[in-house]
């Protein structure tokens, strides 16, 4: 039928070139972010963007949604199939509202498309041919416990990257002339990249701390940089490690300690250790690799001093649903459900309702930092691919890592063991002391321990409380749950 109205056409009009959806949405990429590619304001990156009214942000993610959906349609084989499934064309996704009609997108279902079509798999729209003109850098899942998943991001995707995120490390009050220590190795992991190129446009000098602890510890005596980049845990272990040295963090030129990797907003006893730790400001990001670059959600400055603490997410760039875990219905306004995200702000990986998985609850009101997009409320707790179930209740790590670290003799790590003891769960709690503790001193921190776990997760615990220095530090991600049970 289209093809059949394409030649009524006059000639004259033939000859008019026909952008393709990509060259559609790439023009709507480049317009938004020639916006805020510099600060407009002393306190607010983009004040136009950032603070405008709700249905200025909706109008934005509508008109967004509207030239993506089309691309995504016609360059990726495996949304085109979801489409096709679903009984739906590009046509019916024209509005945030028309969202929940397209099914949520999960790991799994790009899971089983890298085992079809390896090893880039078919939901990004990136072909071979945009790859090898104009690739930028592979992001990748880990791949430990299934098939690696991959993402390609290109040279448009570098350049938002850099301005989308230095939009959110200036919300947290980084600025020109700090000097920041990345903790990291080289290694494809999105939170440390975006960091590293948004402090470049930002002026901020880089200190590569891909070394081993003891020389990080050399490098912030030596440089003396203000901000620490690393994940919660690594920041605790270099403290500790700081102090075991002789050398006092709180005392260091640290001023801004910035994590990402694992949740620390969301867990209120590592925020507080972690500021104690270095006397700095502790600010969160939060994001993941599937839908990138940048745009991740942060902390805001001022908002530090609300309790909970809450993280922002970049609206204008990406659109944020709650749905139900169980029926993947989005759910009411204000109410707990998981992340799901649209991304609006990519050429490589512009995904479409795809399940993130943390729980949390939006609050759209604005925040007391002026900015208008929504705050995850308390931060993201938990992935729920993380959910232990323990003799048929439901628990979060988290909430482990909130109570352990809600005890002032016990050291930062821990562990949670779980056994298989006859047909029940055996439910064992491994935690360590800061000082050696007289056995009376370790009966009652065990006791203690003991109770407030029955006390949040109505489970009863094996507790072992063991001598200083005993669990294993992380550099970078920590597991801190050791699953031996049978499974059937
Ligand atoms: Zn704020």
Excluded at 97 to 106: G, I, N, Q, S, W
Excluded at 115 to 127: D, F, I, K, L, Q
Excluded at 290 to 304: D, I, K, N, R, S
Excluded at 445 to 450: D, G, I, N
Aim: proline share 6%; charged share 25%; with cysteine.
């Amino acid at each position: 039928m289209a093809q059949t109205k394409r030649r009524e056409l006059p000639t004259k009009l033939r000859r008019v070139k026909r952008l393709t959806a990509r060259e559609r949405w790439l023009a709507v990429l480049d317009r938004f972010s020639k916006s805020i590619e510099t600060p407009k304001s002393e306190r607010i990156w983009a004040p136009a963007l950032e603070t405008a009214s709700r249905s200025r942000i909706l109008a934005i993610q509508q008109e967004k949604l509207r030239a993506m959906v089309p691309y995504l349609y016609e360059e990726s084989p495996f949304y085109r199939e979801r489409f096709r499934a679903s009984k739906l064309t590009p046509a019916d996704i024209r509005s945030v509202a028309d969202l929940p009609k397209f099914p949520v997108m999960t790991k799994d279902a790009m899971a089983a498309d890298v085992a079809e079509n390896r090893p880039w798999g078919t939901y990004t729209p990136v072909s071979d041919k945009v790859w090898r003109e104009r690739g930028w850098m592979v992001f990748s899942t880990s791949g430990t416990t299934a098939i690696p998943r991959s993402f390609r991001y290109t040279q448009t995707d570098a350049r938002l990257w850099a301005i989308t995120s230095a939009r959110a490390l200036y919300a947290m009050g980084v600025r020109a002339g700090d000097t920041a220590l990345t903790c990291t190795n080289y290694n494809p992991h999105v939170f440390f990249w975006s960091l590293h190129y948004a402090f470049n446009l930002m002026k901020v000098a880089v200190v590569p701390g891909g070394v081993p602890t003891e020389r990080r510890l050399a490098m912030i005596d030596l440089y003396r940089p203000t901000i620490l980049a690393a994940t919660p845990s690594y920041a605790l272990h270099l403290a500790g490690a700081m102090r075991r040295a002789g050398i006092d963090p709180r005392a260091s030129s640290i001023r801004m300690i910035i994590c990402g990797g694992e949740a620390a907003s969301g867990i209120p006893s590592t925020r507080r250790r972690i500021e104690d730790a270095w006397d700095s400001e502790m600010h969160d990001v939060y994001g993941c690799t599937e839908a990138v670059p940048g745009g991740w959600a942060y902390t805001c400055h001022e908002g530090l001093a609300s309790s909970p603490v809450s993280t922002h997410v970049q609206e204008d760039l990406q659109i944020w649903e709650l749905v139900d875990p169980e029926t993947m219905e989005p759910v009411a306004p204000g109410e707990r459900g998981l992340t799901v995200v649209t991304n609006l702000n990519s050429e490589g990986s512009p995904q479409l309702r795809f399940l993130v998985g943390d729980f949390t609850s939006f609050d759209t009101s604005r925040c007391v930092c002026g900015r208008t997009f929504a705050r995850a409320v308390g931060g993201f707790s938990g992935r729920a691919d993380d959910m232990l179930n323990i003799r048929g209740l439901k628990l979060f790590p988290s909430v482990i890592e909130e109570i352990v670290r809600g005890i002032e003799s016990l050291d930062d790590e821990f562990q949670i063991v779980l056994e298989t003891d006859g047909v029940l769960d055996a439910f064992t709690i491994v935690a360590e002391t800061r000082v050696h503790l007289d056995d009376g001193a370790r009966t009652e921190v065990s006791r203690r321990l003991e109770a407030e776990v029955i006390r949040k997760c109505e489970l009863r615990p094996q507790i072992r409380i063991e001598p200083p220095g005993t669990l294993p530090r992380t550099e970078f991600k920590a597991r801190r749950v050791i699953d031996r049970r049978h499974t059937l």
